[in-house]
């Protein structure tokens, strides 16, 4: 879609939004290095042998990857037992993306369907959606496949199941993600993807994306009366 405006992109289709970046920061008030090291604590416990690097981890999805490709099911299944409720607890004290909120109801309020779709479990996602009161805005909701890494995104799996749970043609659909496993999922998925560069070095890293933003409010301004009024009379 090489030439594609953001308007192009987000004002006419199912919208698709990864979750911790574009929606809100999960670990803002649980940092993801401590609930990383958590993880690790609980292998060691387990006597689960790690690199490294692997201990040194401030990714808690990098630790949980490392486990689904090096140890049994029923380790990558604690692990991710755990992840979960630290997610949960994280989601409370979440901090919003500006401007997220807005491109949420301003698609809603165009008519437009949103799914969430993310590497971080369904359940932290919805319990924020409720929080916030997104709920009833958001349509579907694509949380990391249970005990299974190999599915998060990069894999286009989570992205096509949010497509297939809207009802949409992936043609139509667009995917708003914060790192290059959001591109890259997108891209396999064959579904259109704005790139958010909420950092600065981002923003050449994705010039792979459709479309490059820096802040969401970029994507909530298409969303405002006077560009739909615009885009109603382009199309008349």
């Known amino acids: 879609m090489s030439g594609s405006t953001l308007?192009?992109?987000?004002?006419?289709?199912?919208?698709?939004?990864?979750?911790?970046g574009p929606v809100c920061s999960i670990f803002a008030g649980y940092p993801a290095p401590r609930v990383a090291a958590e993880l690790v604590a609980l292998l060691d416990v387990k006597g689960v042998a790690m690199p490294e690097e692997v201990r040194g981890e401030g990714d808690p999805l990098a630790v949980l990857r490392w486990v689904g490709e090096t140890c049994p099911h029923d380790l990558t299944a604690a692990v991710e037992e755990a992840l979960c409720a630290a997610e949960l607890?994280?989601?409370?004290?979440?901090?919003p993306t500006p401007f997220g909120r807005e491109v949420i109801?301003?698609?809603?309020?165009?008519?437009?369907p949103v799914a969430v779709v993310s590497n971080n479990s369904a359940?932290?996602?919805?319990?924020?959606?409720?929080?916030?009161?997104?709920t009833a805005c958001v349509a579907s909701v694509i949380g990391r496949a249970y005990a299974d890494p190999r599915r998060m995104k990069p894999d286009p799996g989570p992205v096509l199941d949010a497509v297939r749970a809207l009802g949409a043609a992936t043609e139509r659909c667009t995917l708003v993600g914060d790192s290059l496993s959001d591109i890259e999922a997108a891209r396999a998925a064959n579904v259109a993807v704005v790139g958010y560069?909420?950092?600065?070095w981002?923003?050449?890293a994705f010039a792979s994306a459709d479309v490059v933003v820096t802040s969401m409010w970029e994507i909530a301004e298409v969303f405002s009366p006077a560009c739909a009024h615009q885009s109603d009379d382009e199309v008349e």
């Open 7 to 20: 308007s192009d992109l987000v004002g006419v289709g199912p919208l698709l939004l990864d979750f911790d």
């Open 202 to 204: 981002k923003t050449e």
């Open 123 to 134: 359940t932290a996602i919805e319990a924020y959606l409720t929080t916030h009161d997104l």
């Open 197 to 200: 560069a909420n950092r600065p």
């Open 89 to 95: 607890h994280a989601a409370g004290t979440a901090e």
């Open 105 to 112: 109801l301003g698609a809603h309020a165009r008519g437009l």
